[in-house]
């Protein structure tokens, strides 16, 4: 089994910065690629970034040169570092992973349980 989990949200500022994880565990062989969604209530889930194996990465318009997304395939844990922080982006963030379990060769899709962020003042 597999399991992401997320952290890293919370209350902060307009201008602030934050730094999400997602903390990939189970019997992992490889995570392809990984995406940040965010989702605010009544709207669809919108992709925010997303990095693939050989670590090229995209991003939504709305944040470009704001957020970073970044992984670290030791712990297999992907970032996604927050500045200059808008209340726009005041949403519930969700890690999505495509990960190739060990013994299997296929590539399965998970998500989290989500983390929010709001950004107030």
């Known amino acids: 089994q597999v399991q992401l989990v997320e952290s890293g949200g919370g209350l902060v500022q307009p201008g602030g910065s934050l730094i999400l994880s997602c903390a990939a565990s189970g019997n992992i062989f490889s995570i392809r690629a990984a995406t940040w969604y965010r989702q605010t209530p009544g709207k669809q889930r919108e992709l925010v970034a997303t990095?693939?194996?050989?670590?090229?990465?995209d991003y939504a318009d709305s944040v470009k040169g704001r957020f970073t997304i970044s992984r670290d395939n030791a712990v297999n844990t992907v970032y996604l570092q927050m500045n200059s922080l808008k209340p726009e982006d005041t949403a519930v963030y969700y890690c999505?992973?495509?990960?190739?379990?060990?013994?299997?060769?296929?590539?399965?899709?998970?998500w989290g349980k989500g983390t929010t962020v709001t950004v107030s003042s």
């Open positions: 990095i693939n194996n050989g670590g090229g990465t």
């Open positions: 999505n992973a495509r990960i190739v379990q060990k013994g299997r060769w296929s590539t399965e899709e998970y």
